[in-house]
């Protein structure tokens, strides 16, 4: 929130885009993620809520929530081998786990003035990942 509102000072009158991240942990119900789902959750909140509060200064506010992204974290977590990979996996259309730049391409495009209709989105970046 601290961030968003030093943003929102600094967007002139033109109008601007904010992009948040949050994570499609937020809505995948995992066992033992709940204080993490819970804060990602209200992100995607809002997120929502000020879209419509700053839509009127031409600010977009969207949020993308990724799937599994290949991280340091991620690696010195052990996400991504072992039977937490295997499962992800299984899960993907796709077929692998997301890239850095598989987040950047869409955050990019999100800021653009290509996206100039999004606003209040949860874009959910996961390979088609369900659960």
Known sequence: MLAIKEAVALIGGEGGSIVNIGSVNSTMGIPGSS?????????NSITLSLSKEL??????????????????????????????????????????????????RIAAFLASDDSYWLNGEIVNAAGGMTI
């Open 35 to 43: 204080v993490y789902a819970g804060t990602k959750g209200a992100l």
């Open 55 to 104: 839509g009127p200064r031409k600010i977009r506010v969207n949020a993308i929530n990724p799937g599994l992204i290949e991280t340091e974290g991620t690696q010195s977590r052990g996400f991504i081998e072992g039977k937490t990979l295997e499962t992800v996996l299984k899960l993907t259309p796709l077929g692998r786990i997301g890239q850095p730049e598989d987040i950047g």
